[in-house]
């Protein structure tokens, strides 16, 4: 694939000199987003506990939305008759919808697959659902997302290489049925990625790479990664696959993660990322410091004035103490969980500012090294 053959809606502004970093603008209907981004999860159209002003107040401009939630409740249809997934939650900025793949495939239980597509039943109500390539797509336009991304088989770990041989040439088809339907049905600016699979085997995932390329793609993913494997597989695979994704095309790395996580990925060449992290942390008390990360419900801070962070700026550390959070979680207070998860997401907003300045400046790998010193500490 050939950057000839891209569609120019991403461009490399700068590039680290000791890593394979890079800085970046891609552009969607709504707006561009400056690389590397995380983006916030909004499963149900709501990024839990966090106000769609209030994202935007902390910097974020491109936020993920889940199609097979939103499929099973309220339904793309509806949304799409209320004005669009932008609309209905009241949010200007980019979206990104994931394809429904992983939750169908946590499902494996009740879960069947064919070459068509996957069958299930709603968690809801029971009702049987046929979920394709096509119609993956479908809802993802119906909703308005702007990054519309393939339909794939999450391939879990571990899993035998015979089973992740046959997953893998199957999520290439479905990737390029994916493809043609949207292909069929958008001239609008809208943006259509790829997903790379392959497992933790590496000549697997080189042919994922080549198939999934030669379909040039707007964007390209990386997809199967931490879903249980032992770190070090991570890494290795990571280091494998970034660096050989075609650089014209923005490198998303799915469902990633932890701050040391993230900024392994950005030095290894990767530019997106989206994690429940930061809100599901923050609703059971956990919380992010550039010192140390703590438990908010521990004894040891029931009389502890400090804010979580003495070098955050967000609302949160303006004006509430750890003493206050310590308690609002020990009462089963909603407003605990609401005020740390805001914290979490500034803080991570506030990370992938540091990168992006550490890619500027050529600290990068300095930052790293302050970040693994940080995840040394256990919650």
Not at 4 to 33: D, K, M, Q
Not at 219 to 231: Q, R
Request: aromatic share 8%.
């Amino acid at each position: 694939m050939s950057e000839s053959n891209c569609r120019h809606v991403f461009e490399v502004i700068e590039r680290c000199s000791e890593t394979g970093a890079r800085r970046g603008r891609l552009t969607t209907p709504h707006g561009v987003i400056d690389t590397p981004v995380f983006m916030p999860v909004g499963t149900q159209g709501s990024v839990k506990t966090i106000s769609s002003e209030e994202l935007e107040g902390l910097g974020y401009r491109m936020i993920l939305g889940n199609t097979y939630h939103l499929h099973l409740r309220p339904g793309e249809q509806r949304i799409r008759k209320l004005g669009g997934l932008h609309r209905f939650m009241n949010w200007s900025h980019g979206i990104l919808t994931d394809s429904g793949g992983f939750q169908v495939f946590s499902l494996r239980d009740i879960t069947r697959i064919t070459e068509e597509g996957v069958a299930f039943r709603s968690y809801l109500d029971g009702r049987k659902i046929d979920l394709t390539p096509e119609r993956a797509v479908e809802i993802q336009l119906d909703l308005g997302s702007d990054i519309v991304m393939a339909f794939d088989e999450c391939i879990p770990y571990p899993a035998e290489e015979s089973y992740v041989r046959e997953a893998t040439r199957r999520s290439f088809r479905w990737t390029e049925r994916s493809s043609k339907a949207f292909r069929a049905q958008v001239d609008d600016g809208r943006l259509f990625f790829g997903i790379i699979q392959g497992g933790m085997i590496p000549h697997l995932r080189d042919e994922s790479m080549a198939a999934v390329h030669g379909l040039e793609p707007d964007g390209l993913a990386i997809g199967g990664l931490s879903v249980g494997e032992p770190k070090s597989m991570f890494r290795d695979i990571l280091a494998h696959t970034a660096p050989q994704l075609d650089p014209s095309r923005p490198r998303y790395l799915m469902g990633v993660g932890t701050p040391l996580d993230i900024i392994e990925a950005v030095i290894a060449g990767v530019d997106m990322f989206d994690c429940v992290i930061p809100t599901r942390l923050g609703r059971h008390a956990h919380v992010y410091t550039w010192e140390r990360k703590l438990n908010l419900v521990n004894a040891r801070f029931k009389e502890d004035l400090n804010p979580i962070d003495v070098t955050c700026r967000c609302s949160t550390c303006e004006g509430y103490s750890r003493a206050y959070l310590h308690h609002l979680f020990r009462a089963g207070e909603p407003l605990g969980p609401r005020l740390a998860s805001y914290h979490n997401l500034s803080h991570f907003q506030d990370l992938i500012v540091r990168i992006r300045a550490g890619i500027s400046e050529g600290n990068l790998l300095s930052l790293a090294a302050a970040i693994r010193n940080v995840t040394l500490e256990k919650l």
